[in-house]
C-alpha cells in the first residue's frame, strides 16, 4: 500500500507561482513513475505531467508546457510540481499518481495509487 498525500495548494492571482508537494509512504516510491493530473469543476480529471522512475525524462501536457514543471526526490519519497505563470484556468483540484510502471504515461488507467488532491483557486 501507498499513501500519497499532496501540500501547497492556495489561493494566488494571476502570474503568481506555487510549489505543489506530494508525499509518499508505506512503500517507497523510487521505482515507480509518478505522475500528477487536475480536475475542474464539471470536467474530466485530466493529465498535467509526468515524470519516469529516476526523474531522467518527463512528460507535460501542451497547456502547462513551459510553465510548469515536474521533479522528484526519491530519497525523500516526494513528488513536486513547480507551477510558474498561473493563469485562472489552472484552477483545478492537483491530484498526484503512483503509476504502475517506470515510465510516464499519460492513461489514468496506468496509475494504482492516488493522492485526495490539492485545491489551486488562480484569481484573474
Known amino acids: 500500500q501507498v499513501q500519497l498525500v499532496e501540500s501547497g495548494g492556495g489561493l494566488v492571482q494571476a502570474g503568481d507561482s506555487l510549489r505543489l508537494s506530494c508525499a509518499a509512504s508505506?512503500?517507497?516510491?523510487?521505482?515507480?513513475?509518478m505522475g500528477w493530473f487536475r480536475q475542474a469543476p464539471g470536467k474530466e480529471r485530466e493529465f498535467v505531467a509526468g515524470?519516469?522512475?529516476?526523474?531522467?525524462?518527463?512528460d507535460s501536457a501542451d497547456s502547462v508546457k513551459g510553465r510548469f514543471t515536474i521533479s522528484r526526490d526519491n530519497a525523500k519519497n516526494t513528488l513536486y510540481l513547480q507551477m510558474n505563470s498561473l493563469k485562472s484556468e489552472d484552477t483545478a483540484v492537483y491530484f498526484c499518481?503512483?503509476?504502475?510502471?517506470?515510465?510516464?504515461?499519460?492513461?489514468?488507467?496506468?496509475?494504482?495509487?492516488w493522492g485526495q488532491g490539492t485545491q489551486v483557486t488562480v484569481s484573474s
Open positions: 499518481a503512483k503509476s504502475r510502471t517506470h515510465w510516464v504515461r499519460r492513461d489514468r488507467s496506468e496509475y494504482d495509487y
Open positions: 515524470i519516469n522512475w529516476n526523474g531522467g525524462s518527463s
Open positions: 508505506g512503500r517507497s516510491i523510487s521505482t515507480y513513475a
